[in-house]
Every structure is written in structure tokens, then in C-alpha cells.
């Protein structure tokens, strides 16, 4: 079974996206063809990038890298709880980003942006586009964008609206193709070798 990370990129205290990684990990858990694993990146903790050699040697001098590369080498495929701050993604994501390499490459990647003003983060999804190309992720084609986040936490955690579970579901869908189509892959290519 695909082995999905549910990433929540947001580091604040207070923040809304906890609430709503938890109610994606429930849906993405309902979905049944994933195995799901929710990563908090706060409680994750990563210093600012502070390895002497460039992530791409995988020689990694400090155990938090080793222990951040080892979770994020483990799952097949991700989705990103994304806050918008100042109309792009946020600094420690992007930090946690850059601590690796190899270990995002090749993988498929769904993002679930969100805001307090109407964009629901779009912006920032979209900036961070070039840099999952660049690492040579592989970005679902549909994303979710939930503006008015506040408004959205209640005493009970996150409260949907009532198209977003049909949204997630196509970024989902996405992610499962593109999980499936990277491991035929290797299979392919083996018979392609032996034929
Ligand atoms: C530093 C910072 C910058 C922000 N910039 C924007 C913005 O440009 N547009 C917007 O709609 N909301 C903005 N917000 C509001 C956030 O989108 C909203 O608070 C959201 O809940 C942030 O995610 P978090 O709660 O997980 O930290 C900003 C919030 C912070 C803390």
C-alpha cells in the first residue's frame, strides 16, 4: 500500500493547520488504497539548515537530518497542509525542504493550501511549484485551496465546507495514479532489460 505522509507545514503555536491536517489524515485514511502517516512539522523542530555538506551527498552530520530523512524517505507519496503567509509558502517548510534531497525525489505530491483571506493560499502552492519540479516531485494535477480558515475552526476542530472532502478526494485520486504509475516503473523497465 502507498505510504502517504499528511505534512503539516506550519509551525506557529497556535495554528490552524493543525486542525485541518488532522481532518485531512481522516479523509485520506478513508480513501482505503494509502497508508497513512501525519508529520507535524513543529513538532518536527528542524534548526535553520545547518549540515556542513549539500543534502544531495546524503552525508548528514546531525541527528535531527538524519531522523527528518529517514521519516521522509519512508512514505511513497505526500500531501502539504500549506499556510499562506505574506502571499507565499512559509520559511521553516521551505527550510525543512532544503534539509533533503534524494528522499522527496520522484515522488508524487498533493498540496492543500489555506489562508485567512479569499486566495486560500493559492499563491503560495503556486510558488512552491518550481521548487517540487526542481526536486523532481511529481505535483497532482488538482489542489485544494480553503480560503477564511479562521472562520473554519471550531470547538470541534476543523469544519469543512460542504464541497472540500469531493475536492480532496480528486487531489487523492491524483496522487494514487501517480503512487501507481511510479511503481509499475521499475517493472516496466526490468522487462524492458530482460525481453
Ligand atoms: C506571517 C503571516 C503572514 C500572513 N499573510 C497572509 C496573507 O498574505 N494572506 C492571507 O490571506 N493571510 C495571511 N496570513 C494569515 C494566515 O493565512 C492564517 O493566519 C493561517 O491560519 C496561517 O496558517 P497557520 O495558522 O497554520 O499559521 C498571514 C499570517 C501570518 C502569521
Known sequence: MTRLHVISAATRPTSSGRPLARWVTGRAREHG????????LAE????????PEYASTGNYAHQH???WSALVDSADAFLFVL?????????PFKNAIDFLYNEWKGKPVG????????????PAAEMLLPVLTRLGMLPAEHSVAIPGIPKLIGA????????????????????AELA????????????????
Open 180 to 195: 501507481a504509475q511510479r511503481e509499475a516503473e521499475p517493472a516496466a523497465q526490468a522487462v524492458a532489460v530482460t525481453a
Open 44 to 51: 518536527i523542530a528542524l534548526p535553520f539548515l545547518d549540515e
Open 156 to 175: 470541534e476542530g476543523f469544519e469543512a465546507p460542504e464541497t472540500l472532502a469531493a475536492e480532496l478526494a480528486a487531489v487523492l485520486a491524483d496522487v
Open 33 to 40: 488504497g494509502f497508508e497513512v502517516t501525519p508529520v507535524d
Open 65 to 67: 537530518t538524519r531522523d
Open 111 to 122: 498540496i492543500v493550501s489555506y489562508s485567512a483571506g479569499p486566495t486560500g493560499g493559492a
Open 83 to 91: 499556510p499562506m503567509y505574506n502571499g507565499g509558502f512559509t520559511a
